[in-house]
């Protein structure tokens, strides 16, 4: 039976191709607010975070009426290293939205998501979204999209759908680009017609499968999919299995139905096949289980979640400064909410180590995993963290590594010392075009990449956008130099004065201003030449009867003082160093803090 009052649709793009503001006009243009209500941009990136850096980082649902039908909308995020969020929520969708931006045209996420779309056999509409941009150009990126579709051998009948020129910003859809839009109403209109209504047996026994997890703190943990068959009711016993497992669990009773409604999630005494929807009632429900009858227990396949990437340590901090400042600083908390994050991140693997203090992290890249070191900071925890490091994998005797598409787009004047820069990381040219703004694809090793953000934006003054993401596993491509300066270190513990910062800042660029606390093997700069220089930032001047004494210590200036973000710190230490991670401070330090020490192991590791 197909159900035609329900449409269920997830938009996916790159990022800042513009989901999250065509969500926002959706929910305007669906009648979700009241006519003089207050609004805010963005309103579906609810996360702190998300707001911060202007990023989707989790998949939220929401849902609009328009025609008498119910358009349940999941908005996805953009960037390659949140990949997992946005596979998982495709099993919900009967068809998506690929959004791509009328200059930039398909990005690497892209072809990933679209990739990942197609596989499952889902409808796709083609949404051409910035067309007001003054440099626009619709009919290329059209061409490019068509290009993409062959090349990924998809079905015909997607070729055959309308396309949608779309302005998010103002709110405007129209089929046709010598015809300006005035609402989304054309939008509405082409997701009705092209997108397929739900289909199943909706007087079979109850049966839904959960792609999401939420978290209340009135009912506890929420199990999020839609029904895949029969009906469910408030109240009702049920189970929960998992294909993988094929574990059962006792029967249970459904403490609460939710369904969405606009930015509100409304109670439902009962929901029918078709439905997204929320539940309650069991603690253990993790995503890929199948709630169902218990008297008709069938686990529902779940989507195949790409490997990590990247791996880190998380250790206890053990430096000097250790326990001032986290709540949580024990292994056993830092391994309680390490694995509190498994349930809800599906792309993420925590794997013990040899001691009990420390866990190996693997996620899809470095910004997903500091989006979780920077959550857990946040939330009192006190921990460090290694330097970021691939994952690597023996396929057929040969040791291969992650290499990912990056695309780069830059001022010709800049376009030189990119393709120098990712030849020295291993990388290879595959493509380019362009004129007065260049556009490359490369294909380059994952760790090629770490660090290298910072210096293409100085290549390109600024102006250049690179992105990239996992592409295949291929034999190592040989040594990648990390960095070629040094670090300057602190030679003793105490409070950085500026007497010490002053001279030691003629070495390099300093991390830290004055009258901060440090400790012995911190790292305070970075040095202007290859290797580590051990500095005394805790220099006090001496006591002089000098008149001017005063006068020529103001004249100490520190110019060259850089705090660093965690992204920036995560890409500067090396193999030997650690970041400590604290609610208030970040600090980088090497793992041997005694100059002595350190010195002693580098002479036993080279002999």
Not at 124 to 147: F, G, Q, S, T, Y
Not at 222 to 233: A, H, N, P, Q
Not at 250 to 263: M, S
Not at 300 to 305: D, E, G, N, S
Request: hydrophobic share 40%.
């Amino acid at each position: 039976m197909i159900r035609e009052d329900i449409r269920n649709i997830a938009i996916i793009a790159h990022v800042d191709h513009g989901k999250t503001t065509l969500v926002d006009q959706m929910l305007k243009q669906g009648g979700v607010y009241r006519a003089n209500q207050q609004t805010v941009d963005r309103v579906m990136d609810s996360n702190d975070l998300e707001r911060e850096r202007g990023i989707t980082i989790l998949s939220k649902n929401t849902a609009v009426s328009y025609g008498g039908h119910k358009i349940n909308i999941v908005d996805t995020p953009g960037h390659a290293d949140f990949g997992g969020e946005v596979e998982r929520v495709l099993k919900m969708v009967d068809g998506v939205l690929l959004l791509v931006d009328s200059f930039e045209g398909p990005m690497p996420q892209t072809r990933f998501v679209l990739q990942k779309a197609l596989a499952l056999k889902l409808k796709v509409l083609i949404v051409i979204n910035k067309i007001d941009r003054p440099d626009a150009r619709c009919e290329e990126v059209v061409n490019e999209i068509m290009d993409l579709l062959i090349d990924l051998e998809a079905d015909e009948s997607i070729l055959d759908n309308p396309i949608l020129y779309v302005s998010a910003r103002k709110g405007t859809a129209t089929l046709d680009l010598d015809t300006p839009g005035e609402n989304l109403q054309p939008l509405f209109e082409t997701i009705l017609q092209c997108i397929p209504a739900p289909e199943g047996d909706p007087e079979g026994p109850a049966q839904v499968l959960i792609s999401t997890i939420d978290y209340s703190e009135y009912v506890g943990r929420i199990g999020v999919g839609r029904v895949v068959r029969g009906t469910f009711r408030s109240g009702q016993m049920v189970v929960h299995t998992n294909i993988e497992t094929g574990a059962v669990s006792q029967p249970w009773r459904l403490a609460g139905l939710f369904q969405y409604d606009g930015l509100k999630r409304n109670a439902a005494e009962e929901v029918g096949m078709g439905d997204i929807v929320a539940l309650c009632g069991n603690e253990n429900v993790s995503i890929g289980d199948t709630v169902c009858d218990p008297s008709c227990v069938e686990a529902l396949p779940f989507v195949k979640i790409s490997e990590p990437t990247v791996s880190m340590t998380f250790q206890v901090n053990d430096s000097p400064f250790a326990g001032r400042e986290g709540s949580f600083v024990t292994s056993r908390h830092l391994r309680a909410r390490l694995m509190r994050e498994l349930q809800t991140d599906v792309s993420l693997r925590v794997n013990d180590t040899a001691t009990t203090d420390a866990f190996e992290v693997c996620g899809r890249g470095e910004l997903h995993l500091s989006i979780l070191i920077e959550n857990m900071r946040r939330q009192g925890y006190e921990f460090a963290v290694s330097k970021p490091q691939v994952i690597y994998k023996v396929i057929d005797g040969v040791k291969c590594e992650p290499i990912e598409r990056l695309v780069v787009d830059t001022p010709q004047a800049s376009a030189g010392a990119v393709i120098e820069k990712i030849g020295r990381r291993r990388g290879t040219l595959e493509s380019m075009s362009g004129l007065d703004r260049v556009r490359m694809e490369f294909l380059v090793p994952s760790r090629g990449l770490f660090g290298y953000r910072s210096e293409f934006m100085t290549d390109t003054r600024g102006e250049g956008i690179m992105s990239s993401v996992f592409e295949r596993y291929e034999p190592v491509k040989g040594d990648i130099p990390h960095r070629n300066v040094g670090a300057l270190v602190a030679h003793e513990s105490g409070e950085s004065t500026s007497y010490g910062l002053f001279y030691a800042q003629e070495r390099g660029t300093l991390f830290i201003g004055a009258q901060l606390p440090v400790y012995e093997g911190m790292i305070v700069g970075q040095n202007a030449r290859p290797g580590d220089l051990v500095v005394n930032v805790c220099k006090q001047k001496h006591v002089t009867n000098m008149r001017n004494a005063s006068a020529s210590e103001d004249a100490m200036r520190l110019i060259s003082v850089h705090p660093l973000t965690l992204e920036e710190c995560m890409e500067f230490i090396d193999d030997d160093e650690l970041l400590e991670i604290t609610p208030k401070t970040l600090r980088m330090r090497k793992k041997v803090l005694n100059a002595g020490d350190r010195a002693r192991a580098w002479r036993n590791q080279n002999n």
